[in-house]
């Protein structure tokens, strides 16, 4: 654990990505422009990330419920998904950043489907860096295809139910080999997880920033991070206990 007061670099950083859409309303301009706009801010904050020292960086990119937003606006999403990953191909490899996702990413268009698996597969050797996009993706469904998955290993004999514990069920979660977050970032002044890494985040810090997504930078992330080192992570402990556990 940190020791009392010094200034630490988030391992994990998750971000909920909001404000797209009112970033475009307050300029007169359509829904989708705000969202091209959001897409120029996540280069943006990768390579702010990567230049501040943050390792993993995950990104609400799509969640389950927005399957329900109008039909053209999904396919304005997906189409700057697939373009998005066609452009930050050779951007991720020449600066050694590995892509990861979370999510059923099985449900998603075929083409993009296509353009996550080739991006992927180009990246998987980076370890220093790593981008992970949540496509797709609820903390609920996460959770129930976790269990699903846990409930087959016991029927199957490679787990016992007499061993289940936090740690072993977190190896069937799309996020088994990630580290949980240390910090998480709300844009837009919104101040609610919408279903985002609930089992994850459990322990970390949050920071509920009034920019909007387009407007989010390396200052801004920056902001963030001294925010998050101002406070305490005590993960039960008191603050007597915590100042013995790091001395």
Not at 121 to 131: D, Q, S, V
Not at 147 to 159: D, F, H, L, S
């Amino acid at each position: 654990m940190p020791s009392e007061n010094s200034a630490q670099i988030p391992q994990h950083i998750a971000i909920i990505m909001d404000g797209n859409g009112r970033w475009a309303k307050q300029r007169g301009l359509p829904r989708l422009e705000g969202h091209r706009r959001g897409v120029e801010t996540v280069r943006t904050v990768v390579d702010a990330a990567r230049e501040l020292g943050i390792r993993y960086i995950t990104l609400y990119a799509f969640s389950v419920e927005n399957w329900k937003r109008p039909t053209e606006e999904v396919s304005g999403l997906m189409g700057l998904l697939d373009y998005f990953l066609k452009r930050e191909l050779n951007n991720l490899i020449k600066n050694k950043v590995r892509l990861l996702t979370i999510g059923r990413t099985d449900q998603l268009p075929a083409n993009v489907q296509r353009e996550l698996n080739r991006v992927k597969e180009a990246t998987k050797e980076f370890t220093e860096w790593t981008l992970v996009l949540a496509l797709n993706y609820g903390a609920r469904t996460e959770v129930a295809d976790a269990a699903k998955a846990y409930a087959a290993a016991v029927q199957a004999g490679t787990e016992k139910l007499d061993d289940a514990s936090w740690e072993n069920f977190a190896r069937y979660l799309y996020t088994a080999d990630i580290p949980e977050p240390d910090l998480l970032v709300r844009t837009s002044g919104e101040q609610r997880m919408s279903n985002f890494l609930l089992m994850q985040c459990a322990y970390s810090e949050m920071v509920f920033t009034p920019v909007l997504w387009p407007d989010f930078g390396k200052d801004d992330l920056q902001a963030a991070i001294d925010e998050y080192n101002k406070r305490e992570r005590r993960y039960g402990l008191t603050t007597e206990q915590l100042k013995s556990v790091s001395k």
